[in-house]
């Protein structure tokens, strides 16, 4: 799997857009970008995953730049509940699988009030 | 209704000792796995079961044996607890096997295991 690089930590207001940005300058065709976030004390959570198209869900936007080295993960409209630790994780899954997630430091988002 | 669950949420016990962690996903997932998440906060894979079948084990020591009795379920027993296995493990579910599946894994709420 490519190896991502991300922020250690970033602060960023309450109501405001939230930008969390990796780097995957290693990525492969057939690797998709993933982002989890954990909760303190809990467990971590899916937020969103794209391959070479922009993605947008309930939680979240992610832009993935058009040479895919790069990508941003934006929460639109912060809440406090939003303050987690952000993975991004580079995976193949072209064929399914049931290969485990490699989680890296992520970046420490804390929202602020 | 949870959707993976795991029993006990603490877990405190003396080295030496043997214990079990339990999962359950009532996802209908057909994969499972282990992760283990250290002092340092990295969250490391362990294992992972495909329908019952092991599919990885990613050089954890023999004294750790999962055990998936049906789907549904995947057990960690530890065997000879020592200090360093303290740490909290998350169980997660999967859809598993399943062509241009993007397989978003479902992650329990974390066993705390301490080792005294």
């Known amino acids: 799997d490519a190896k991502t690089t991300q922020p250690p930590s970033m602060d960023c207001a309450e109501g405001r857009a939230a930008n969390l940005p990796c780097n995957h300058s290693?990525?492969?065709?057939?690797?998709?970008v993933y982002w989890y976030r954990q909760i303190h004390s809990q467990g971590p959570q899916y937020i969103i995953h794209?391959?070479?198209n922009n993605e947008t869900n309930e939680m979240a936007s992610l832009i993935i730049t058009e040479d895919r080295k790069s990508s941003t993960l934006i929460l639109p409209h912060a809440t406090l509940r939003d303050t987690a630790v952000y993975y991004c994780?580079?995976?193949?899954?072209?064929?399914?699988?049931?290969?485990?997630?490699?989680f890296g430091k992520g970046t420490h988002l804390i929202i602020q009030p | 209704d949870t959707a993976v669950s795991q029993t006990p949420k603490y877990l405190v016990t003396q080295m030496g000792n043997d214990k079990s962690i339990k999962c359950e996903q009532n996802?209908?997932?057909?994969?499972m796995y282990w992760y283990k998440q250290d002092s340092k906060k990295f969250l490391k894979i362990m294992f992972s079961?495909?329908?019952?079948?092991?599919?990885i084990n990613e050089t954890v020591p023999n004294r750790f044996s999962p055990k998936s009795p049906d789907k549904a379920h995947l057990n960690l027993h530890i065997n000879s607890l020592e200090l360093g296995d303290s740490a909290v493990y998350f169980c997660?579910?999967?859809?598993?096997?399943?062509?241009?599946?993007?397989?978003?894994?479902?992650f329990g709420p974390g066993t705390r295991l301490t080792v005294l």
């Open positions: 079961y495909n329908n019952k079948e092991l599919i």
């Open positions: 997660a579910s999967s859809p598993g096997w399943r062509k241009n599946s993007y397989n978003e894994q479902f």
């Open positions: 996802l209908g997932h057909d994969t």
């Open positions: 794209g391959l070479k």
């Open positions: 994780i580079v995976r193949d899954y072209s064929g399914g699988g049931a290969d485990g997630l490699t």
């Open positions: 290693t990525i492969s065709g057939n690797e998709y």
